[in-house]
């Protein structure tokens, strides 16, 4: 699997909060969501993020409350990646669980800049900057988190176990 | 090799006899929580499972807690969700509105967390439990969804910090500004993916509302989770509270731990989070002249009876500032009636205070108190984000009840002895 897409970039301790905020969690609607993702952040974000796009961001994305609506709202925008430096631990486990796709990759979310085109091979774990042509190695999923991403999410994985 | 309180625990429920930093195991779940924003989500993912059961109806608990009572037509639809999964599935813990909590300060009240569980929470600060020796943390809906289809859920063997807790804090230092220390040392990334574990003789002289303050707030330096040693008080609080046999698992000798911090308590001050993260920790004397418009005392990180006492003895006697909105969010129905019985709502309210329901409200910026543009917050709570208690451009001061009430008399940031 791969994803190719212009590059948004943030920084670091991106929160849950930011990514959607708790005002809008009176609803579940992946739509509902995306069209407030990132609005406390950065109030461009919706009106020109691309199917597509891909997240960079720096240290601890993700951090704070454990709502599963800001993955959702993210992948539910059309982004197709997030790739960051380190990432929140419920975060993580949230994205994979829910199939958005993740890479920890420090010296990518560095190097990265804002406009960018890049290319992720996820089966790798490799990132192509096309704008630079410099190619990074993320963090591989450990094999039986990579049975989960492959069975499209935690519930559909446990559903072929039983 | 030795293990952390943890690692034990963590082998214990996975089956094994050792388990190291980085492995991953399924654990089995004594527990399993979920709250009126995240359970609709993990109901939603159950109902994919396909299964017409849960794992065990009395080992889920489910309470609305956030938007409650309801604040609005979709918040109320949410709720609704959760009280018709429960019925369905006949799951016990479901907390109706006049039973219901902030669902920390509830779940080890009604005796729902005994020493020695694995607690899984679709809500990250979940954490809390750690205060009785439990292996608790924080997940999302799927994970929830997951474990209340199958009783298990997948882990990785956290490393540990070890915090060895010295010395006794000073009048007006509570576990709040303790913890805020501790965040403002390391900071909020300071332990991702590890267990911050407490121990010490420092650790024995704090209360369990104290610790429980602790505990919760270990998700805002990025742990796993944060877990305190098991002593006399907390197993005379567990006997008090429930009727669950429980077992104490204690760190080995030759445990490993990143990294091992030695804290002073007498030497801690009361201390405040500035804007916009909880690792901008700086000590009362040091926070300068900020004007505040709001002050909230509640949450889960400081609902409790504890939490109420101090501010009441704090609120004795004064007035909350002209130009403050004091609002006291006791967290539980049974520390509300302690409170009410005990004379402090007089002490409130004759402060010009007000005094609300249970609730998570204002502290996510949910309802009760959201703050307009420029106004300031000194709040018990545990968060300090970008529009986290309402407008973006407001701004959220983490303190103690001490703290937060003397801020509310002084119509500034303020510590008890700086009200004369």
Partial sequence: ?162 | MGMTMTQKILAAHAGLDLVKPGQLIKAKLDLVLGNDITSPVAIKEFDKVGLDSVFDVNKIAIVPDHFTPNKDIKSAEQVKVCREFSKKMGIVNFFEVGQMGVEHALLPEKGLVVPGDVVIGADSHTCTYGALGAFSTGIGSTDMAAGMATGEAWFKVPEAIKFVLKGKPQKWVSGKDVILHIIGMIGVDGALYKSMEFTGDGANVLSMDDRFTMANMAIEAGAKNGIFEVDEKTEEYVKEHSIRSYKIYKADADAEYSEVYEIDLAAVKPTVAFPHLPENARTIDNVGDIKIDQVIIGSCTNGRIEDMRIAAEVLKGRKVHDEVRCIIIPATQKIWKQAMNEGLFDIFIDAGAAVSTPTCGPCLGGHMGILAKGERAVSTTNRNFVGRMGHTESEVYLASPAVAAASAVAGKIAGPEQLG
């Fill in chain 1, 1 to 162: 699997m791969n994803a190719k897409g212009k590059v948004i970039k943030y920084g670091n301790n991106v929160d849950t909060d930011v990514i959607i905020p708790a005002r809008y969690l009176n609803t579940s609607d992946p739509a509902e969501l995306a069209a407030h993702c990132m609005e406390d952040l950065d109030e461009k974000f919706t009106s020109t993020v691309q199917k597509g796009d891909v997240m960079v961001a720096g240290k601890n994305f993700g951090c704070g409350s454990s709502r599963e609506h800001a993955p959702i709202a993210i992948k539910a925008s059309g982004i197709s990646c997030v790739i960051a430096e380190t990432f929140a631990r419920i975060f993580y486990r949230n994205s994979i669980n829910i199939g958005l796709p993740i890479i920890e990759c420090p010296e990518a979310a560095k190097d990265i800049k804002d406009g960018d085109e890049v290319e992720i091979d996820f089966d790798k774990g490799s990132i192509r900057n096309l704008t630079t042509g410099k190619t990074y190695q993320g963090q591989p999923f450990p094999e039986f988190m990579q049975q989960i991403i492959s069975a499209d999410g935690l519930i559909q994985y446990i559903k072929n176990s039983k």
